[in-house]
């Protein structure tokens, strides 16, 4: 929707709105918010609601706190979880310093750099499709989570053994009053697992309807006594959750990866962007797999891409190619998982790719064996690398790529690598209760 100022003033009114909640996200990918009264809506539709940006990770320091969140006004929206009366409204923000310029630690502003550099080069849209997975948890007595599911479905089964159907219907049914277009929802391969797939829309939008997405799925299941949890491997043995990126980009309302006389109907332009990703996939595996635990979903064995390749059929390849040609032409990255921050991830993704259309790089020979099935020595004749191993792993490989490090700006990258640093630190020294069971009898 296109809203004015006037718009959204006249709606909070009309609509007994009692609370507007002005959001951000953070560099590590959490959402904030300031709420304010309905009576402020007019300044903040104006670009006068302030907030201390140092309180904020990784934002500024306190002696330049003083920030201002100018609303995207087209992302207004009620929340139809809170009560008819004292409803509670949403806009989405981005964050500028006091003298009017954006501020540079801001993700949202990431990605609008790198959309406008698509722009510079001839390409009008970048359309997103996320598949975002997540697992729905029984709670305890004190209204903690547990990993109990209460639920033995597998891959694509009905209820009444999905105890989580109603939940999901719930969350479908306020995410399209919401003006979310739901394309897909069902049970995944492992207990207690779900996903629900919304259309695509152009990356900014995108990013906005992930955040949107992850605060409806958690709201709502909180409502109903459960417990959603987007975090990647939460249980051993089992598949994780990940978040199978789709990216096409658009020039002229015309698909640009789409070349029915070329080779598998994909265009130069397309394998190019392939060839981007692969290059640069380890240097911005920390922010699509940003956490300690992601780098336990990217093990062989459970449908979890690690290996560097792309392919037209073959799901255990990193990048797919669905069948869809013409306009429906679209790359999938399978390796980021939920827990990234979605403007960060697409920034880098974006990046990577024109960076392979800017040199003309041409990516490796699709593989279409099982890359699983191969041994270390069919891999390595097949040049086939992996994805860094661990999240200090990834950091290095961060640290290593310039691109990557100047897509984030000297800002967000300083930032984000101390913040995870900590969290490598905090996770290595840290005793487990596998090093308990295993050592504390035999030594």
Not at 233 to 254: A, C, E, R, V
Not at 275 to 281: D, E, M, Q, R
Request: contains cysteine; aromatic residues 10%.
């Amino acid at each position: 929707m296109a809203y004015t100022k006037e718009d959204i003033i006249r709606i909070v009114k009309e609509q007994d709105i009692e609370f507007v909640r002005m959001q951000f996200t953070d560099i590590f990918g959490q959402l904030k918010n300031v709420a304010i009264t309905a009576s402020q809506i007019g300044k903040a539709v104006n670009n006068e609601i302030m907030l201390d940006g140092s309180s904020i990770e990784g934002f500024v320091r306190i002696n330049e706190s003083d920030q201002y969140l100018y609303p995207d006004l087209d992302s207004f929206t009620i929340f139809p979880w809170r009560p008819q009366q004292g409803r509670v409204a949403r806009l989405i923000c981005d964050v500028y310093n006091p003298d009017g310029t954006p501020f540079v630690g801001d993700p949202r502003g990431v990605l609008k750099r790198v959309l406008a550099k698509a722009k510079a080069m001839g390409y009008d849209a970048f359309n997103v499709g996320p598949e975002a997975e997540f697992f729905l948890f029984q709670t305890d007595d004190e209204g903690k989570p547990t990993t109990k599911t209460n639920d033995e479905a597998g891959y694509f089964d009905l209820g009444p053994l999905d105890h989580g159907e109603g939940t999901r219907r719930e969350i479908c049914l306020a995410l399209e009053q919401m003006d979310f277009e739901i394309e897909a929802s069902h049970h995944e391969v492992a207990q207690g697992q779900h996903e629900i797939d919304f259309k695509y829309a152009e990356a900014l939008r995108t990013a906005d309807n992930i955040m949107t997405f992850k605060l409806a799925v958690k709201t709502l299941a909180q409502k109903n006594g459960l417990h959603a949890t987007f975090m990647p491997k939460p249980i051993f043995g089992i598949n994780g959750s990940g978040m199978h990126t789709n990216m096409s980009l658009f020039k002229d309302g015309k698909n640009v990866f789409a070349d029915p006389n070329g080779e598998k109907g994909l265009s130069k332009e397309c394998y190019s962007f392939i060839a981007g990703l692969l290059y640069h996939v380890k240097g911005f595996a920390a922010i699509t797999n940003p956490l300690v635990n992601s780098y336990k979903r990217l093990v062989p064995g459970y449908e979890a891409p690690c290996y560097l390749a792309w392919s037209a059929s073959n799901r255990s390849a990193l990048i797919r190619i669905p069948a869809s040609r013409g306009l429906g032409t679209r790359v999938e990255l399978r390796s980021p998982d939920p827990c990234c921050n979605p403007y960060l991830a697409l920034a880098v993704c974006l990046a990577a790719g024109l960076d392979g259309i800017e040199k003309g790089m041409t990516p490796p020979a699709e593989i279409t064996e099982n890359i699983f099935k191969m041994d270390d020595a069919a891999r390595k004749a097949h040049g086939i690398d992996s994805l860094p191993g661990s999240l200090e792993e990834a950091i290095q490989a961060m640290k290593g790529d310039q691109l990557v490090l100047d897509t984030l700006g000297e800002h967000i990258a300083e930032n984000y690598i101390e913040g995870k640093m900590k969290e490598w630190d905090e996770y290595r020294t840290r005793v487990s209760s596998w090093e308990r069971e295993k050592y504390i009898i035999n030594y």
